[in-house]
């Protein structure tokens, strides 16, 4: 079992870099891929990116490469995202979920993902 605590959300320019964090508590978090969902109003929770267990693998929806970035410390049990070059369609709650099969091979949905946080906002705006 896994709880997780998003941080970071907040109001930015276009253009402008923030970071996200996703804290974790569990001593199975090693064993855990996680994953980035974001959901904007009228639209449906997206898949944004996912980091194995290891932090070995990667993977981004392609309207977000090149412009975010997901790492992780096993360590302090802790993922993080950084988002840079923000764009106002960007504008979500962002989620960061746990799947205990600890890989990013399958299809980022939320059905594959069991544990979940409560979310932070993300706004770009002028």
């Known amino acids: 079992q896994l709880q997780l605590v998003e941080s970071g959300g907040g109001l930015v320019q276009p253009g402008g870099s923030l970071s996200l964090s996703c804290a974790a508590s569990?001593?199975?978090?090693?064993?855990?891929?996680i994953a980035w969902f974001r959901q904007a109003p009228g639209k449906e929770r997206e898949g944004v990116s996912c980091?194995?267990?290891?932090?070995?693998?990667?993977k981004y929806v392609d309207s977000v490469k090149g412009r975010f970035t997901i790492s992780r410390d096993n360590a302090n049990n802790t993922v993080f995202l950084q988002m840079d070059s923000l764009k106002p369609v960007d504008t979500a709650v962002y989620y960061c979920?746990?799947?205990?099969?600890?890989?990013?091979?399958?299809?980022?949905?939320?059905?594959?993902?069991?544990?979940w946080g409560q979310g932070t906002q993300v706004t770009v705006s002028s």
């Open positions: 979920a746990g799947a205990f099969w600890g890989t990013c091979a399958g299809e980022l949905v939320s059905r594959h993902f069991a544990s």
């Open positions: 569990g001593l199975a978090f090693h064993y855990y891929a």
């Open positions: 980091i194995s267990s290891g932090g070995g693998s990667s």
